[in-house]
């Protein structure tokens, strides 16, 4: 066991992957079940993602996932990573995010991000260009103040039920989100721990720029990222290949598919492209035996100051999935009541 891995909060992200074979609606269903099972294994939170027109993820409206999420759960902390606020109007983000805390109060973690559409027509088909992207500081103000009663963009006007509420906000780092985070007095959400040097760049500088506000007295860090555990080393790389394929038939296609099982992938006569990108796809993740992964992750928690972890694995084979995130508890004790009881605290 690592003092230093117990001692940091293990949180999930999932994107609500769909694999071959399956639709859209189960993989919904998938990420319901796989949050009551993470629950059981004392993880500190769960969040959902916002993607559209992405034929492999379901994840499409995060606030309605998130409240299926939070129903069908009782002690795990649920939230988004994230709600891309430059798609939203910010009233919307906060009347929704208010009815969420309201009905499980305590239990809600309002994660944004800075992304809009992902191609023309999305962002056409949504109402927003890229520039929409460009003033997320200001959008991410306005959000804030529908909830102290601040905001002066448009006065008389309230966002019902959450002005009074305190739903805690989390800035997703991309581009310059490290540094909006700072400003803002934010915790900060950053990935992918593959890209160290960068990855620990940002986190110097949000915490050399980080401002105290009425949401967050002190710098507060999630890292992000693949993690995978498994019996051997090579199972554990099996774990990613889905995922790894994927990306490399998106960066080759444009279109980001269902996960494939790795007996297909492996099949595959890949071009000298695909080839290069699956391969780029399978290193530099967390992934390995027990004792591999304690000290990967070790070394990431002491370079980066990390106060919690959020693991982001997707893997076309859902039990040994659900397989690697036990293990992961175990590395970090996360089944003990006592941490449990502490970890969904706040």
């Keep these: ?151 002066s963009a448009h006065p008389q006007v309230h966002a019902r039920p959450a002005e009074g509420l305190r739903v805690p906000p989390y800035v997703l780092a991309v581009g310059e989100g490290a540094d909006i985070a700072a400003g803002a007095g934010l915790p900060l959400v950053i990935g992918d721990v593959r890209g160290r040097d960068r990855m620990l760049a940002a986190i110097d500088r949000y915490r050399a720029g980080f401002r105290p506000s009425a949401w967050s007295e002190v710098p507060y860090v999630v890292v992000s990222g693949t993690v995978a555990v498994a019996e051997t080393q090579e199972e554990a790389r099996r774990l990613l290949m889905s995922e790894a394929w994927s990306m490399a038939y998106s960066r080759t296609h444009g279109v980001f598919p269902p996960l494939a099982p790795p007996e297909r992938i492996e099949a595959l006569s890949m071009t000298a492209k695909e080839r290069g990108f699956y391969e780029s796809g399978l290193r530099g993740h967390i992934a390995g035996t027990e004792e591999q992964v304690t000290h990967a992750l070790e070394t990431v928690v002491k370079d980066s100051g990390a106060d919690e972890v959020l693991v982001t694995t997707s893997t076309y084979n859902r039990g040994a999935l659900l397989e690697s995130f036990r293990r992961l508890a175990g590395i970090a004790s996360l089944a003990d009541a006592t941490t449990v009881q502490s970890r969904n605290t706040g």
């Design 1 to 151: 066991m690592s003092a230093l891995i117990e001692s940091t909060r293990i949180s999930v992200l999932d994107r609500s992957r769909i694999r071959e074979g399956q639709d859209g609606p189960q993989a919904l269903r998938d990420t319901v079940r796989l949050a009551q099972e993470l629950e059981a294994l004392g993880y500190h939170r769960f969040w959902v993602s916002e993607h559209h027109s992405v034929p492999g993820v379901a994840g499409s409206a995060p606030t309605v996932l998130a409240a299926a999420v939070a129903a069908a759960t009782s002690t795990i902390r649920v939230g988004t990573g994230g709600v891309m606020l430059p798609n939203h109007q910010p009233l919307v983000v906060a009347e929704q995010f208010g009815v969420l805390e309201s009905l499980f109060p305590g239990r809600i973690d309002m994660g944004l991000g800075r992304s809009v559409g992902f191609t023309d027509g999305i962002r056409t088909a949504l109402g927003r260009t890229k520039k929409d992207a460009e003033d997320f500081a200001g959008q991410l103000t306005e959000l804030l103040g529908w909830f102290d009663g601040e905001q």
